[in-house]
């Protein structure tokens, strides 16, 4: 399993080096530094990643593709993993400052644990630049490469609202299970599913039967599967003993597994098996989509947003010009951070083959498995 995973995300990195025009790595995953020109501008200066997690696909993803476009240009590349540990990404981080990395690149786990280490950065003059989650609460940020995490909250409502024929005489019932209160995202995803659905749920059309449809009650600390099927277990049990749930709003795939698995503790079958939506497209759920276990996810290509952070690290590394497509919307308490936002798709059943595959992002061979 282990293996397969790791050769879908090989297969992912080395398309996004053949997107950006670059070689392929060498098999074994390291992409040769390259010799002169233009693409090897990195000229061995340190770059370190921070990222939150290996137990989500999507940051193994995230990791592999920016080693291997930094390590393209010729770029040094430290990258680590805290495994979902605030204080180990804290020393993880203080340990790249004092190995002499020129430019830190963070995928937060709780920024607000960050800010005292993105000051020492800042005073060692090493430039920061947020990756997929906001840096809250600090000046010491020159640039945030993400995708729209209001609009992924939008196209999963969109989406609910399209699909699950909800009127005010067939009413559906719904429950949410969003993400991580410590995570930016997780509160714009929420906000943009909530203008899509508010309308459906005052005229009644809409019934969420536990009543937590504030994020304080719905939200999932950490993203973590396993609080989300324990609170879909209880859900199911106090709301649902005779009544049926129609739809799982699910903010990550993670959480849709998990709620796959209360759903099917409470004897949930193919006859009454609920709308069920989820973020990262990843290959699991990816499956899920073809086998219809999982009504929907966000697809979003990580190459690409790999590619404009790394335009980033050039900016503040080498002078050069980032793409920045938002300086609006992400104020961070201190500073409006100046960002590229990339664009989250819907995908289902329908659309699989032409985003999924057809972007190159996974095989059909690789599906089938
Ligand atoms: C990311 C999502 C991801 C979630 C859980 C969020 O910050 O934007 O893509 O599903 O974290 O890892």
């Known amino acids: 399993m282990k293996k397969k995973v790791l050769a879908a995300i090989m297969a992912v990195a080395m398309v996004a080096l053949t997107a950006c025009g670059a070689a392929a790595p060498a098999a074994g995953g390291d992409a040769a530094p390259a010799a002169g020109g233009a693409s090897s501008s990195?000229?061995?200066?340190?770059?370190?990643?921070?990222?939150?997690?290996?137990?989500?696909?999507?940051?193994?993803?995230?990791?592999a593709n920016m080693k291997a476009q930094l390590e393209e240009l010729g770029y040094t590349?430290?990258?680590q993993y805290a495994e979902d540990d605030v204080q180990a990404q804290v020393s993880q981080i203080e340990n790249m400052i004092a190995a002499g990395a020129n430019c830190l690149v963070i995928a937060a786990i709780d920024s607000d644990a960050l800010v005292n280490?993105?000051?020492?950065?800042?005073?060692?003059?090493?430039?920061?630049?947020?990756?997929?989650?906001?840096?809250?609460?600090?000046?010491?940020?020159?640039?945030?490469?993400?995708?729209?995490?209001?609009?992924?909250?939008?196209?999963?409502?969109?989406?609910?609202?399209?699909?699950?024929?909800?009127?005010?005489?067939?009413?559906?019932?719904?429950?949410?299970?969003?993400?991580?209160?410590?995570?930016?995202?997780?509160?714009?995803?929420?906000?943009?599913?909530?203008?899509?659905?508010?309308?459906?749920?005052?005229?009644?059309?809409?019934?969420?039967?536990?009543?937590?449809?504030?994020?304080?009650?719905?939200?999932?600390?950490?993203?973590?599967?396993?609080?989300?099927?324990?609170?879909?277990e209880d859900i199911l049990t106090r709301y649902y003993a005779d009544d049926k749930l129609d739809i799982c709003a699910c903010a990550y795939d993670g959480l849709s597994y998990g709620c796959m698995s209360a759903l099917e503790g409470a004897g949930y079958t193919d006859a009454d098996w609920p709308m069920i939506t989820g973020q990262d497209a990843e290959l699991m759920a990816t499956k899920h989509i073809i086998s219809?276990?999982?009504?929907?996810?966000?697809y979003k290509d990580t190459r690409l947003l790999a590619s404009k952070c790394v335009t980033m690290v050039q900016?503040?590394?080498?002078?050069?010009?980032?793409?920045?497509?938002?300086?609006?919307?992400?104020?961070?308490?201190?500073?409006?951070?100046?960002?590229?936002?990339?664009?989250?798709?819907?995908?289902?059943?329908?659309?699989?083959?032409?985003?999924?595959?057809?972007?190159?992002?996974?095989?059909?061979?690789?599906?089938?498995?």
């Open 42 to 63: 990195g000229g061995g200066k340190k770059v370190a990643v921070a990222m939150p997690t290996q137990s989500s696909e999507r940051w193994m993803h995230d990791g």
């Open 77 to 79: 590349v430290d990258l």
């Open 117 to 232: 280490v993105e000051q020492q950065a800042k005073d060692a003059g090493i430039p920061v630049i947020a990756y997929d989650r906001l840096l809250m609460n600090t000046d010491a940020v020159s640039y945030y490469a993400t995708f729209d995490n209001k609009g992924v909250g939008t196209k999963i409502g969109e989406y609910i609202v399209q699909h699950c024929g909800a009127t005010k005489d067939d009413p559906k019932t719904i429950e949410l299970f969003m993400g991580s209160p410590d995570d930016n995202n997780a509160h714009m995803l929420y906000a943009g599913l909530m203008e899509q659905i508010q309308p459906l749920l005052d005229d009644g059309s809409l019934v969420c039967k536990s009543g937590q449809i504030d994020f304080e009650s719905n939200n999932t600390l950490r993203w973590d599967q396993q609080t989300a099927m324990k609170r879909c």
């Open 292 to 298: 219809g276990k999982q009504t929907m996810s966000i």
């Open 315 to 369: 900016a503040v590394l080498e002078g050069a010009k980032p793409e920045i497509n938002d300086t609006e919307q992400y104020n961070n308490g201190k500073i409006v951070v100046p960002s590229y936002l990339c664009e989250p798709v819907p995908v289902d059943k329908d659309n699989y083959k032409e985003v999924i595959i057809g972007g190159g992002y996974y095989t059909e061979e690789q599906l089938a498995e």
